[in-house]
């Protein structure tokens, strides 16, 4: 179990401090909804967590099989709804292998990004498409 605490610092910041290290990161409200965008939004942390949480399960993959994997590289969008209640509706997922299209790995680095516990964890009618783009070879 990890506990995060997080306090209400006004005017639409918050704080958050991760319990076993102690280390700190704040939210601002986003532009568009009262805020001053002068950091991530609590949905821009949503995005962020499932890019990273990709990325790192591909890393544990690469590591266990002393596979290199200099440049990788992902970019996701945050797509919020049209509608109420206000939501995020598609994570677009931009993911730069430094592999070739046709590495023997290439299923192996998918199955890995597609079962990080944050795409495993959001909901299904959040629209979450993977651009893969392999290096030319």
Known sequence: MVEITTSYEGQLR???THGPSGMTLETDAPVDNNGKGETFSP???VASALGSC????IGIVAERRE???????LKVQKIMSD??????????VCIEMPLPADS???DLFINAALTCPVHQSLRGDIEIPIDWVWQNT
């Open 14 to 16: 918050c704080k958050s």
């Open 43 to 45: 949905t821009d942390l």
């Open 54 to 57: 990709m990325l790192t399960i």
């Open 67 to 73: 596979i290199p994997l200099d440049g990788l590289t």
């Open 83 to 92: 509608d109420q209640p206000r939501r995020i509706s598609k994570l677009p």
């Open 104 to 106: 023997p790995l290439k």
